[in-house]
């Protein structure tokens, strides 16, 4: 009983140190202005920005293919980040800050058709076929690729309601007037 429990450990030792060895002797560099790209990206691996994951995006941005105003979950303070690390002037007329958006699934309009759960790249929609979905809300990053495919169009993006956490006044004058307020001011 001994000698195949003593056996096996020091199999795995040995096999554990040749590894370890072998990811010495065989690592690969890294460009180290990607990593720090990637650092100012939001992280959430969307794939908005037509990369695979932030790390595609960020290796895009220092190979000079990408544009800067990739990101759309980032806004202008990505945008403006990205510039200033990377030394260059950049436009922000035509960058928009979206406010943060998380899907919903409006249950009356769900056939269960699992398109949406199959496009989803952070598993944020749950349910099976026939069955109502829903959505994860902590996982969901407002890609929109469930509102694309989605036939009944009860998938849509809605602003992340505040909470206790989230909630800040707004700032005056940062808000334009509505209708009714602009006749009233007139």
Known sequence: MIVPILSLTVLGVVLGLILGLAARYFKVEGNPLVDELEALLPGSQCGQCGYPGCTGAAQALADGTAPLTLCPPGGRAVVAALAAKLGVEVDLSGVQDAVPSIADVREELCIGCTRCY?????????????????????????????????????????????????????????????????????
């Not at 749950?126 to 979905?133: E, F, N, Q, T």
């Not at 994860?136 to 993006?157: H, M, N, Q, R």
């Open 118 to 186: 199959k496009v989803c790249p952070t598993d944020a929609i749950l349910g099976a076929a026939k069955h109502i979905h829903a959505v994860f809300k902590e996982a969901c990053t407002a890609c929109g690729s469930c509102v694309d495919v989605c036939p009944t169009e009860a998938i849509l993006l809605r602003p992340v309601p505040p909470t206790l956490q989230s909630w800040s006044w707004v700032k005056p004058g940062s808000q334009p007037l509505a209708a009714n307020e602009g006749a009233l001011a007139a």
